[in-house]
Nanobody, 114 residues
């Protein structure tokens, strides 16, 4: 059973930085992994992910500010977030696609506020 566990959320001031981590267990390497986010009253939206070919995709709203990277030896995917804005406030969820199934972490709260 695949498990995804996020960490690294918290409260940060506008303009600040934060790094999220997502550790995967219960499977061999998951190629397609990424991050979604969901703000109160809004739909879940894709933030960034690795495609099956290993390239990266970013939502327009985070391009140039967020970077997704991974450490395959640790089965961990990271999301480095910089120049954070109040509108980035949301629960950030790790996503993985493996064995024709979607897997989700429980989420970690990111709050951008002064």
């Amino acid at each position: 059973q695949v498990q995804l566990v996020e960490s690294g959320g918290g409260l940060v001031q506008p303009g600040g930085s934060l790094r999220l981590s997502c550790a995967a267990s219960g499977s061999s390497m998951i190629n397609r992994m990424g991050w979604f986010r969901q703000a109160p009253g809004k739909q879940r939206e894709l933030v960034a992910h690795f495609t099956s070919s290993g390239s990266t995709f970013y939502a327009d709203s985070v391009k140039g500010r967020f970077t997704i990277f991974r450490d395959n030896a640790k089965s961990t995917v990271y999301l480095q977030m910089s120049s954070l804005k109040p509108e980035d406030t949301a629960v950030y969820l790790c996503w993985g696609y493996y064995g024709n199934q979607n897997y989700w972490g429980e989420g970690t709260q990111v709050t951008v506020s002064s």
